[in-house]
């Protein structure tokens, strides 16, 4: 990357200066005390370092230091100037060119980082319950996820999807008891849901079981004697329903593991007896008690009531056991807000039982407002928006996945319904897709004969599809030469794809990608704007050319990830 080139040659500078004793009482340096930024006022530089916390050490002035610095740097064609405490870096054209360069030779691996300490990771996400349609905060969740498993996986590291199925709790006795109701109402019945507040918690009134009940009674003749198959049948039809829409958004799991299954293993009581074997348990009021303070939790929990039902934080134990147990080097989970408080004795458990809970990471994910005319409208209120299928019925997949991603998961996000469907620059999916199909256009354009509308004769295109294959295939350190004062912006904002994709993966963080792209395209456009790609220049036009393919091929990796698709027309 050409910041820690810059960085690099800085730090390297720096040691030199101190054996040549011309850093002052300045003795010694350690590296990575240093960053780069980005000077406030471009024409400065392209990068900056504040050297000013060396002064201290060095007993001089910070300007001073800055020239004994840069006295010991092989500038080549780059440029090194010294403001107060700072030294800025202007890129020359051999790294612009090596950029582009680089973009062509590595294709689809651009950006990928190498000698990296990769991991074997399992990523839990979505986890709904099996007991209806997936609202829009699953949405954040499933485009987040899905995102976050790509990146990783680009990144190098072995990721493993899995969506926890919470299906042994009462909430499946709800789900049975409301599909009752619905098969009654289908057979004339006259029965309804009780309209008391607090019985009416005991069901899922919602309509999206009057299909499930329609779908029972065509190969069924009435109700059955044990509500139990009421329940798998009801479990398995929202099982299947929350299987198809994921695929249809583009969301990928290795696994749905059932929780169900993990009882009926024996893992959950294996577990709690090992908590009592180690003296971790103990009972107060007829009820087990996890030790959980010891490990870090505000207090200490219960995980067997009184009546002997196991909580939930008993199951998940279990499970986040059993995903070490097969073997995988970090668990990465994503969780509502509303499980703050959770998350410190889960990690608890795991430390309670021999294994290091920093191998637990948590993303806590805020809410999704629906944004309509300018107006929030809360989930719920709205009938035909409410749910995830709905979402994506309206905008569109693309949009969807891009609006759910395109911001940090601890902020809450408001999806612009209207904005999101429009095809302006305003909407940030359609102008990032614009940027990639104007590209394309532009590449069409180049092999293309027009017709003389005067003469009706045509004019022969630009360049042979032979020579465009040639430029797409491969790149001449010659060929970007001719462009590179209109084009530095652009070149930069591409190499700097591959910090972005390294800070993203390791902080776990993809809205920054969103934020990228957007930024590529504006670079993008604006050098369009400013700059006739198909000229007479034949040299000129290769060269600019070459970076409507490097914009194409960036593009197009970013998408991929994104799992937001790169339109070639629009």
């Known amino acids: ?155 190098g ?75 798998d049948f009801a479990k398995e039809y929202e099982e299947q329903v929350q299987r198809n829409l994921l695929e249809k958004f583009r969301v990928h799991f290795d696994k749905f593991y059932s929780e169900l299954s993990l009882h009926k293993s024996g893992k959950v009581d294996e577990c709690v007896q090992k908590l009592k074997n180690s003296g971790k348990i103990y009972q107060k009021d007829g009820a087990d008690w996890f030790k959980s303070s010891d490990f870090g939790d505000d207090q200490d929990r219960v995980i067997k009531k009184a009546d002997g039902s196991n909580t939930y934080l008993t199951a998940d134990i279990a499970y986040h056991i059993d995903k070490l147990e097969r073997g995988f080097d970090r668990m990465i989970n994503i969780w509502g807000a509303d499980h703050h408080g959770y998350v410190a004795r889960v990690k608890a458990s795991i430390e309670a039982l021999g294994y290091n ?76 897709q614009y940027a990639h199909a104007r590209a394309c256009s532009i590449l069409r354009n180049v092999i293309e004969e027009k017709i003389n509308s005067g003469t009706g004769e045509k004019t022969p295109a630009p360049m042979s599809k032979e020579e465009l294959a040639q430029l797409i295939n491969s790149y001449n350190d010659e060929t970007i030469l001719p462009t590179i004062d209109t084009a530095k912006k652009l070149i930069l904002k591409l190499e700097e794809y591959k910090s972005m994709i390294k800070n993203s993966a390791e902080t776990r963080q993809v809205y920054t990608i969103c934020r990228y792209v957007q930024e590529l395209a504006s670079e993008f456009h604006s050098f369009y704007n400013a700059n006739r790609v198909i000229s007479e220049d034949k040299s000129l036009m290769k060269s600019r050319l070459a970076l409507v393919i490097a914009v194409k091929k960036v593009l197009n990796n970013a998408l991929d990830i994104l799992a937001v698709t790169a339109p070639e027309r629009m």
């Open 157 to 231: 590291h072995d990721v493993y999807q899995e969506f926890y199925i919470n299906d042994a709790g009462s909430q499946i006795q709800k789900l049975g008891n409301s599909l009752k109701i619905r098969i009654q109402q289908e057979l004339g019945e006259d029965v309804d849901f009780p309209t008391d507040e607090a019985e009416r918690k005991n069901y899922y009134p919602g309509e999206y079981l009057i299909p499930v009940a329609k779908k029972y009674l065509e190969t069924h003749n009435g109700l059955p004697d044990d509500i139990q198959n009421l329940c």
């Open 357 to 432: 809970p920093d191998k637990l990471e948590v993303l806590l994910g805020q809410l999704v407002n629906l944004v309509i005319n300018g107006n929030e409208v809360r989930m719920g209120k709205r009938k035909n928006m409410v749910t995830l299928e709905d979402l994506i019925d309206e905008v569109g997949v693309d949009a969807t996945r891009f609006w759910m991603s395109m911001r940090n998961i601890d902020t809450t996000l408001d999806f612009d319904i209207e904005l999101a469907k429009t095809n302006s620059d305003e909407n940030p999916v359609f102008y990032v």
């Open 1 to 155: 990357m050409i910041k820690d080139y810059f960085l690099n040659n800085i730090e390297t500078a720096i040691k030199k200066a101190i054996e040549e004793n011309k850093l002052g009482e300045m003795k010694e340096y350690k590296r990575g005390t240093l960053a780069t930024e980005r000077p406030k006022n471009s024409d400065f530089g392209d990068f900056a370092i504040n050297i000013s916390s060396l002064a201290r050490y060095a007993r001089m002035a910070p300007i001073q230091i800055a020239n004994a610095i840069v006295s010991y740097i092989n500038q080549d064609d780059n440029e090194y100037t010294v403001i107060g405490g700072f030294i800025n870096f202007k890129t020359g054209e051999k790294l612009l060119k090596q950029t582009v360069k680089e973009i062509f030779e590595k294709d689809k691996n651009y950006g990928k980082p190498e000698n990296v300490k990769t991991e074997k990771i399992i990523l839990e996400y979505v986890s709904a319950n099996p007991t209806g349609p997936f609202h829009i905060g699953h949405g954040r969740w499933a485009a987040m996820g899905s995102v976050l498993a790509n990146l990783l996986k680009f990144y």
